[in-house]
């Protein structure tokens, strides 16, 4: 099997949760879109597309003969001044045109939240224990900023960038949809409200690199190498010969079947480093399902 990659760049038209867990009755957000949200979000489309029922059978296409990265914030259209985590000596920071800034600086230019609660209507008041507080990406920068001769503008729009791997072999279900569908997603928790709309800014363009890191597309999976110092951009499964600096998550996601249950279903946990892990030595990874990376052995 071999692949195209191909570079796209999508511009937030509304906030985005990109679920993180709960801190007290706050659901908190990771600040990029995973593999898995961008497998459910294709899915969900293209079946829409096709007119299909069957969810799980396109689920599983999609799986096999598309590849995604994850999607990260970034400063221009062209998808090449990314916000990227990057986890050194032990501390967790972001680079932006090479430069490190400081996490908590990311979040104010990023983290904006809404607050909501249930009404009991016996007593026309709000239901006890239902006031809660969702985290979202802002879809414009929310403070001006200079740091690192990196500037940000209030109100500019924030981008979002990442690669989409083609398998040469894919069906018509795929090769005919999979266009079409990028210019439809609707991403992450909250859509309801109308959250998480992602219109795709050009077309996507055929690409031999994912963030600067090498690629080869001959194998079986799309492979990446990444260099000693390097940061990894997406949940990386934990194995024992494996040298990474970073934070191990148990990586799941909640998926829908076709009996309407939508989010009813949670995946197997998989321990995962999170992104933004830095390599020890250079080291090449095959980008599987749903976006996890696994070290070539």
């Known amino acids: 099997m071999s692949w195209q990659a191909f570079q796209l760049t999508f511009r937030l038209e509304s906030p985005l949760h990109s679920g993180y867990g709960k801190m007290g009755n ?3 957000t990771r600040l990029y879109v995973t593999g898995r949200m961008l497998w459910g979000a294709l899915t969900s489309t293209i079946t829409r597309l096709k007119e299909s029922p069957d969810y799980v059978k396109v689920g599983e296409m999609v799986k096999e003969y598309l590849r995604t990265s994850y999607l990260f914030p970034c400063l221009d259209q062209k998808g090449e001044q990314l916000i990227l985590p990057r986890v050194q000596d032990n501390r967790s920071s972001y680079l932006v045109k090479g430069k490190a800034v400081n996490a908590s600086m990311v979040e104010r230019w ?17 239901e006890e224990g239902s006031l809660h507080e969702v985290e979202l990406i802002s879809h414009c ?5 200079c740091e690192n001769d990196i500037q940000i503008n209030a109100g500019d729009p924030v981008y979002l960038s990442g690669v989409l791997f083609l398998a040469d072999n894919a069906p018509d279900d795929i090769k005919n949809y999979w266009k079409p569908a990028l210019n439809h997603l609707q991403v992450g928790g909250e859509r309801s409200y109308g959250f998480g709309l992602l219109p795709l800014c050009d077309e996507p363009r055929p690409t031999e690199n994912l963030f600067g890191y090498t690629l080869t597309l001959s194998a079986h999976d799309p492979e990446v190498t990444v260099n000693k110092g390097e940061p990894l951009p997406a949940h990386v499964i934990v194995e024992d010969d494996l040298e990474l600096q970073g934070v191990i998550e148990p990586f799941l996601g909640r998926e829908t079947m076709n009996d309407g249950r939508f989010g009813k279903i949670l995946s197997k946990a998989e321990a995962c480093w999170i992104p933004g892990a830095t390599a020890q030595k250079s080291r090449t990874f095959y980008i599987k399902e749903k976006g996890l990376w696994q070290i070539k052995v």
């Open 110 to 126: 990023l983290v904006t939240s809404y607050a909501s609660t249930a009404i009991d209507t016996t007593k026309l008041a709000a």
């Open 26 to 28: 706050i659901q908190r």
């Open 141 to 145: 920068f929310l403070c001006d900023s």
